[in-house]
């Protein structure tokens, strides 16, 4: 049996002219020579992938807890070795729907949905936070931190709270949705509201990050980063290890897109797929540097652009309302190799794709239905064409964000302009009375056109 070995890999700067390389027990984010993005990176392996498909398929029948993990399952892409205490609440093993109505929508044959919003507490930030949070018991930190637009904050509650470990989230002081929060409460974190938004709380989080006693697991710690990429194997696996011609990822702190995209090069290099998926990132319009940056990059050319933050972002996609995204470069790298893109889609675009999702009897919250209206707008364009095979990763749970649901169906969704609900539906008022009760389900069978 083959299995992980921490030896095999190594912490390096991505600066093509600095690529300085740290001990993985170095408790650093940001490469200290030149300030850089920080890869883990596998040191030597052999190709080998087709033991990896077997061994990996194996464990799918086994009770061990490494193996019960969505993430841990792929532990040879992951930097421990097999005497580590994992933290985990069996996270991943996220389902991989077919949505008929989505891909109706969007003009294509079909489509798949892998939701992510599945994971123990609601959203993908459970791939990462069990890694990350298994790293921060390694090193023996006693306060786990991170800046949050409330999801990160509800997973590193969880985690925290299974490690035993204390933990404090700062949160941008009602931007966040209850739900959200309320989780965070009740797995015992501290919560830290702070009046700013969150790229405020996240630049703050970085100047105290080099504490030794603090240990952040904002989507900057490349550990983080090593569980979410878990998720390209388990998708290719799901698909009998042929890539999609698409996938489409929402950015925010572009943290996710960063992740698939280091996935499956690592797949390619182990040979398990043949080519890269293109990964497409989609960002809400009001919160969209990254899509900016790349509308600008793709007319200079060879010219290089500089990324310009939004200083005001805005959407009623709380779970993205970002305009300084610390992972920019890693993504650019994930939407450069694959030949994807990068684009927004309005409110209104959001929201309409958030419903049809619904409709499927799947639903998600609002951050992740950018990708299905993504989807249509490139099926429009003809990036994408109709019988492509195309994935959209949903992020967070439907009932993330239940407060934009009720008002969507209630017509009183608003962003700066008023949001038609064009997929409504409406709670109708029923007097208390049998006949009244009778009535209104005659109605309501006749309105289906059910045969
Ligand atoms: N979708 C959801 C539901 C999210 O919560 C986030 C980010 C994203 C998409 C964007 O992913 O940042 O990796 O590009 N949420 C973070 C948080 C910022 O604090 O929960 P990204």
Redesign the pocket.
Known sequence: MMDASRDNFIQRCIEPSCQTTFALNDRIYICSHCGGLLDIELTNHSPGGHALESEWRARLSSTDRWDRSGVWRFRELLPFSADVEIITLKEGNTPLYDAARSAEYCGLNSLQLKHQ?LNPTG???DTGMTVAITQAKALRSTLAV????????A?LAAYAARANMPCAILVPAGQVSLA?LAQALDYGARVLEVEGN?DACMQLMLEVADEETIYLV??INPFRIEGQKTVAAELAEQLSWKVPDHLF???????????LGKGFRELLSYGLIDRLPRIT?VQAEGASPFARFFAQQTSAGSQSVEFVNEEEPTTLAS??K?GA?V?WKK?WRSVQESQGQVITVTEQEIADAKAVIGRDGVGC?P??ATTVAGIKKLVASGFVKSDDSVVAVL??HVL?DTDYVINYHNQTLRSTTDIRSNFRNKPLHVASSRQSLKETLARVRDESGYL
């Open positions: 919003g959203s993908f930030k991170c800046a949050s637009t409330g999801n990160t904050a997973s959200k969150f904002n989507s990822v929402p950015g925010g702190n572009l943290g996710n897109s960063s992740a990132v779970a993205i970002i995204p992972s993504a919250e951050a992740s992020t967070g993330k």
